[in-house]
């Protein structure tokens, strides 16, 4: 890289949707995907940078502003003229009376006016792709930014999984924006290689433009932590009770069913055991619902979701965690945020052998692998780490050790800086 590499940058950070940025920014409970984004922004703050946020607050207002909380609609020049409120209002009424969907045009519009007017000072955009969202993408062509779009997954493809697919012509307009974001971006950053190939394969991107970031943990904040274990222990009314842990939202694969499986015969060898699962979504009616059925009610504690800035202390109070996946008819595309947070923590881990997970884990040395769906075998591993305090004892003190050499928030900044830097300069990016 040149010297340039080490200047402080104006750095836009895009968002699908304010609210839920919002309160991760403020530490309330938040998904995954906007705690990464949260931390990735106060990371690069703490480097030196400048940052401007944007987001849709609803489908006719935008924040794009560096101040989290005082924030109010961005302002727009032609779209905030009464003949494109008209032509808006007109347009819709029309889809309405035929049937068809709000298909986002004028939204995006507008977002694209009121981010080229609020970002023509930055350096570069950065985004973490939304299923409907092209008008940071469009204000970065207009403006001629550089553009780095964040890719998670395939969120269409994800809704199909969940079984509540995208159709007709809204999924038609879902795919014309992600090929408009992907062909409009100067780099891509993928949290897999499984992400990377169905880029490559089924979107047609050019693998140049294509970097691989897995993701990171802040490992100075999940650690061991004797105070936390023994205050949270003494919450959820434990003593020396091994404790068995999950966290997570309760979606579709999470595959939480085959966990609760397993722990009814965990609790005929260890019959003090304790499964904490931490987190909500969907699902944790029905999850309720079939630990009762099992006759788990005394050995189960489902918590609700926490503020993501307890989860270590939760895991601190743990013994062993899980990652849980359900077998799957297509490539595993996740790159699972508990599981490096695990590590960190210093658990001994538990993990579906499918996707980023088996480039991770090495069974036997930094966690235990198993067939993913498999209670059975996720039983067997369960009680082997319970009864062998030394095996857990090495499983954990490796996951943390990898986590440090490999996971940490420090090296994944570094990397960031450098692409953003590659693609202010026009430079290549495909090996940084």
Known sequence: ???????????????????PFQDAMRDKPADATYIIQRNLSNGLLSRGHSLTFAAPMNVDEFAVTSDVEAVSPA??????????SLASKLVWRIQKLFGIPYLNYF???????????????VDVIYERNGIYNSGLAMAAKRLRLPYVIFFEADQIMELDIMEKPITGLLRRRAEDILRYNLSAADCIICVTESGRRRLVNHWNVSADKLVVFPNAVHVDRFKPDRQARESIRSKLGLNNEPVILFVGNFFHWHDVPTLLNAFVEVLKFHPTARLVLVGDGERRAAMNALAAELGLERSVIFTGIVSHSDV?????????????????????WLSPLKLFEYMSAGLAVVASSIGQIVDVVEDGANGSLIPPGNANAMSAALNRLLS????????????????????????????LEHIFHAVIERQPVKDI
């Open 388 to 415: 062998d305090s030394d095996f857990r004892s090495k499983l954990g003190a490796n996951a943390r050790a990898t986590a440090e050499k490999n996971f940490s928030w420090e090296s994944y900044l570094a990397r």
């Open 75 to 84: 302002r727009r020049s032609w779209t905030a003229s009464p003949l494109f």
């Open 1 to 19: 890289m040149s010297s340039g590499s080490s200047r402080k940058l104006k750095i836009a950070i895009g968002l699908p949707e304010w609210a």
């Open 107 to 121: 939204s995006n519009y507008r977002y694209s006016d009121a981010a080229a007017r609020g970002l023509n000072s």
């Open 312 to 332: 270590p202390h939760y895991m601190a109070a743990a013994d062993i965690a899980v990652v849980p996946y359900p077998p799957m008819d297509r490539e595993m």
